[in-house]
C-alpha cells in the first residue's frame, strides 16, 4: 500500500508540470544570443534573484530532509513486514509439531491401551508441558499483532504528514517557476536593449575608421609638403654659408673695421671638440643601456623571488614593480635629446654649448631621470629589507644584503649630489654670455658630483658581486635566478666603467671647457672683441628670453579645418576611451559571474556525486524515486553546462571585442604621435628659419655699416685728395707767376 500511495505522489499532474516546465526549453530562434545577454543582465538582476534563490534552496533542502525521513521509515516498515513473516513462518511450523505431536499421541494411546499405568501418567505429564508452551506460544503471538497494528497505525499518520508537506512544495515549486519565467520574459526585454546599443556603439566605430583613414591620408599630404619645406630650408641654408663664409675680412689701413669680425675657434679645437662630444654620446649611450639592464634584471629578479617566497605582495614591492616598469620612459628621452643636442653643437662653430637651445631640454630630461632614481633607489632598500626576512637567506646573505642596503644609501646621495649641480646648469643655462670662472665653477662641481656617484657605484659592484658568489654556492635557488643575479651585476660593472670614463673626459677637457674663443686670423685683439661681445650679448638675452613661440605659418581655411578636426578627434577619443572603461567593467562583471556559475556548477556536481551514492546504496529499494531524482538531476546539469558554455562563448566574444577597441585606440595613439611629432618637425623648421632669417639679417646689417664706414673713409680720403690738388695747384700758380714775373725783369 505504501509503495502504490508513493508512486501515485509522483504521478501527480502538479509535479508531472513543474518538471515539464523546468524542461521546456526556451525558443530555439536566435538561443545563444539569448543566453548571452541573459549573461551579461544577470548581474542587474542578481539582487531580485537572491531571495527567491533562498526559498529555493531553503525548499530543497526541506524536500531532500522530507525524502530522508520517507526513506528512514520505509526501512523500519520493510524490517517490521520481515518480522511479521517471520513470526507467521515461526506458527506455522508450530501449529504442524502440534498437530504431528497429537497424531502420534492418538496412535500412542490407541496401541497402548493396555499399556501399564506408569506410562499413561508420563504421556499426561508430557501432555501438560505441550499444553503449557503452546498457551505460551499463543500469548506472544497476540502480543505481536498488536504491535504490528500499532506500527502500521503510526506509519500511515507518518506517511500522510510527510504527503501533506510534499503537496506544499510542489505548489511553492511551482510558485518560483512562474516567477521564474517572467524573469526571463524581462531579461530578454534588457537584452535586446542592450544589442540594439551594440549594433549603434559598431555603427560609431566604422565611421571612426573612416575618420581615421581620412587623417592618414592628411598626415602623408602633411609629409610631402614637409619634404618640400625641407628642401627649400636646404636651399637657404646654403645660401647662408655662402655669406658666412665671406663675414670675416682683414683692413690693414684701419684696424678699428676689424672688431666687425666673428669669434671662431681654431681647427684644432673644432676637432677636438668634436671628438669629446663623440666620446660623450658613446658615453651616454653605453650608460643608458646599462641603466636599463639594471632596471630590467632587478625587475625580474623580485619576480623570481616572489616565487620563492609565495605569498601577500606587499605594497612597496608593487610600487616598486610599478616604477621600474616605467625605466624605458625617462632613459629614451634623455639619449635623444642628447643626440639633438651633440648635432646642434657639432653643426655650430661659433656659439657654446650653453647657447643652444636643445641643452635645456637635454638638462630637463636628465633632471627627471635623477628624480626617478631618487625614488626608485629607497624602494629597493626597502625590499632587499623585506628579502632579509625570507628563510631562504642565511646569515650571512643577510649581512651582505645589509651591506647592499648600506651602498645604495651612499649611492643616493652621489644621485642627489648630481641632481644639485644639473639643476644649477640648467639654472645657468637660461642666462646669456657666462664667464668662464662661473662656467669652471660648474663644470667643477659637476665632476666632484659624478665621482662621488662613481665611488657609490663601485661600492655597490663589489658588494653585489660578493652575493653573487653567495647565491652560486647556494643550491636552494634556480638557475635563472643565478643568472638574473650575474647580470645584474654585470650591468653595475659597466655603470661604473661609462660614470669613470664621464668623469676622466670631464676632467681632461676642463681647461678648454672654460676657455674663451678667438679670432679666426689670429689677430691682436685688444678692444676689437667689446663691440661684438655686446651685441652678442643684447642677441642671446633678447633669444633667450623669447619664451612664446611664433604659430605655424598655416592658411586660415586650413587652420580652421584642421582646429575642427582636432575637435572632432579629441571629441571621439574621450568617447572611445569611456567605452572602453565601460566594456573593461563589463569584463569584470562577466568575469565575476563565471567564477559564480563555475563555482556553482562544482557545488552541483559534488551534489550529483554524494546523490549518485545515495542512489547506489538504495537503488533496490527506490527505483522510481531514483529515477525521477536522475530525471532532474540530468535536466539541471544540462541546463548548468549550456549555460557555463555560453558564458565562455559570451566572455570569448567580449575578449576580441576588447582587442578591437585596444587596436583603435593604438592607432589613434600613432595618428597622435604621428601628428604631434610633424608639428615638432614644423615648429623645429620655422626655428631654422627664423634663426637663418636673423642671421642673414645681421650679416646684412655688419655689410651695411662696413660699407658705411668704407664710404666715409673714401669720402676722407677724398676730401684729403682734393684739398692735396688745390695746394697743388695753387703752387704751380704761384711758380708760373714767379716765373713769368722773373722773365719780365729780364
Not at 151 to 179: C, F, G, P, V, W
Not at 219 to 224: E, K, L
Not at 558 to 580: D, G, P, R, T, V
Request: glycine share 2%; net charge negative.
Amino acid at each position: 500500500d505504501f509503495d502504490s500511495q508513493f508512486d501515485g505522489l509522483f504521478s501527480n499532474d502538479i509535479f508531472v508540470q513543474s518538471i515539464s516546465v523546468a524542461m521546456a526549453d526556451s525558443p530555439k530562434v536566435d538561443g545563444d544570443m539569448r543566453y548571452q545577454k541573459l549573461a551579461l543582465e544577470y548581474s542587474k538582476a542578481k539582487a531580485q534573484n537572491s531571495v527567491l534563490k533562498k526559498a529555493l534552496l531553503e525548499e530543497q533542502a526541506k524536500s531532500s530532509k522530507l525524502k530522508e525521513e520517507l526513506r528512514h521509515n520505509e526501512q523500519a516498515l520493510r524490517k517490521v513486514e520481515q518480522e511479521i513473516d517471520s513470526f507467521q513462518f515461526r506458527n506455522q511450523q508450530l501449529t504442524k509439531r502440534v498437530e504431528v505431536l497429537q497424531n502420534e499421541m492418538d496412535g500412542f494411546q490407541h496401541v497402548q491401551k493396555r499399556g501399564k499405568s506408569t506410562n499413561e501418567h508420563q504421556i499426561e505429564k508430557n501432555m501438560d508441558a505441550y499444553d503449557e508452551e503452546l498457551q505460551i506460544k499463543i500469548a506472544e503471538n497476540e502480543s505481536l499483532h498488536v504491535q504490528l497494528e500499532d506500527s502500521k497505525i503510526k506509519i500511515l499518520e507518518d506517511k500522510e504528514a510527510l504527503n501533506y508537506k510534499i503537496s506544499q512544495l510542489e505548489t511553492e515549486i511551482s510558485k518560483n517557476i512562474h516567477t521564474v519565467v517572467k524573469m526571463k520574459e524581462t531579461f530578454q526585454k534588457e537584452l535586446n536593449v542592450v544589442e540594439s546599443e551594440r549594433d549603434k556603439l559598431e555603427s560609431e566605430n566604422k565611421k571612426l575608421s573612416l575618420i581615421v583613414s581620412q587623417t592618414e591620408q592628411k598626415v602623408s599630404q602633411m609629409s610631402i609638403e614637409m619634404t618640400q619645406l625641407k628642401n627649400s630650408l636646404e636651399h637657404k641654408h646654403s645660401e647662408m654659408l655662402g655669406y658666412k663664409k665671406r663675414l670675416p675680412f682683414l683692413d690693414l689701413y684701419n684696424d678699428q673695421l676689424n672688431n666687425c669680425n666673428v669669434l671662431y675657434r681654431s681647427k684644432k679645437e673644432v676637432q677636438r671638440c668634436r671628438e669629446a662630444v663623440h666620446t660623450l654620446t658613446t658615453i651616454v649611450h653605453d650608460f643608458i643601456t646599462q641603466l636599463l639592464n639594471f632596471h630590467t634584471n632587478y625587475e625580474q629578479r623580485i619576480h623570481l623571488m616572489n616565487e620563492h617566497n609565495p605569498g601577500d605582495v606587499l605594497h612597496d614591492t608593487e610600487q616598486l614593480l610599478s616604477l621600474l616598469k616605467q625605466c624605458s620612459n625617462y632613459l629614451k628621452p634623455v639619449e635623444s635629446s642628447f643626440c639633438q643636442w651633440s648635432d646642434s653643437y657639432l653643426n655650430n662653430e661659433v656659439l657654446h654649448c650653453h647657447y643652444v637651445d636643445l641643452f635645456k631640454d637635454f638638462c630637463q630630461y636628465l633632471i627627471d631621470l635623477l628624480d626617478y632614481q631618487i625614488q626608485v633607489i629607497p624602494l629597493i632598500m626597502k625590499s632587499i629589507e623585506e628579502e632579509c626576512c625570507n628563510p631562504i637567506f642565511n646569515i650571512s646573505m643577510e649581512t651582505k644584503s645589509m651591506e647592499i642596503h648600506c651602498a645604495l644609501g651612499h649611492l643616493l646621495n652621489g644621485v642627489k649630489l648630481v641632481h644639485k649641480s644639473m639643476c644649477q646648469v640648467q639654472e645657468k643655462s637660461r642666462k646669456a654670455c657666462l664667464e668662464s670662472k662661473e662656467i669652471e665653477l660648474l663644470i667643477t662641481d659637476l665632476i666632484m658630483s659624478s665621482l662621488e656617484m662613481n665611488s657609490a657605484y663601485k661600492e655597490l659592484h663589489l658588494v653585489f658581486t660578493n652575493r653573487m658568489t653567495e647565491v652560486q654556492t647556494n643550491s636552494q635557488f634556480s638557475t635563472q635566478f643565478k643568472s638574473t643575479e650575474e647580470g645584474v651585476t654585470s650591468a653595475l660593472h659597466s655603470i661604473v666603467s661609462t660614470t669613470a670614463k664621464w668623469c676622466e673626459l670631464l676632467m681632461n677637457n676642463l681647461p678648454f671647457l672654460c676657455g674663451e674663443p678667438r679670432l679666426k686670423n689670429f689677430l691682436p685683439v685688444t678692444n676689437s672683441t667689446l663691440l661684438v661681445s655686446k651685441f652678442h650679448k643684447r642677441a642671446t638675452l633678447y633669444l633667450s628670453s623669447l619664451d612664446i613661440e611664433e604659430e605655424i605659418s598655416v592658411p586660415y581655411d586650413k587652420a580652421i579645418e584642421n582646429s575642427k578636426l582636432l575637435n572632432e578627434l579629441e571629441n571621439k577619443f574621450a568617447n572611445m576611451e569611456k567605452e572602453i572603461t565601460f566594456n573593461h567593467e563589463k569584463i569584470n562583471k562577466l568575469e565575476q559571474l563565471k567564477e559564480h556559475w563555475m563555482l556553482e556548477y562544482q557545488l552541483l556536481k559534488i551534489k550529483q556525486e554524494k546523490a549518485q551514492q545515495i542512489a547506489k546504496l538504495d537503488a533496490k529499494s527506490q527505483v522510481d524515486s531514483g529515477y525521477c531524482d536522475e530525471l532532474v538531476r540530468n535536466f539541471f546539469m544540462e541546463r548548468i553546462t549550456s549555460l557555463v558554455d555560453k558564458n565562455s562563448i559570451s566572455s570569448s566574444k567580449l575578449i576580441t571585442y576588447q582587442n578591437e577597441c585596444e587596436a583603435l585606440h593604438r592607432r589613434l595613439e600613432n595618428c597622435e604621435l604621428s601628428k604631434s611629432g610633424l608639428s615638432d618637425i614644423i615648429r623645429e623648421m620655422e626655428d631654422r628659419s627664423n634663426q637663418l632669417k636673423e642671421e642673414l639679417q645681421v650679416s646684412v646689417d655688419n655689410y651695411k655699416t662696413q660699407l658705411s664706414v668704407m664710404s666715409e673713409h673714401v669720402a676722407s680720403l677724398n676730401v684729403m685728395v682734393t684739398e692735396k690738388n688745390d695746394r697743388i695747384e695753387n703752387l704751380m700758380c704761384q711758380l708760373s707767376l714767379k716765373n713769368s714775373s722773373k722773365k719780365g725783369r729780364k
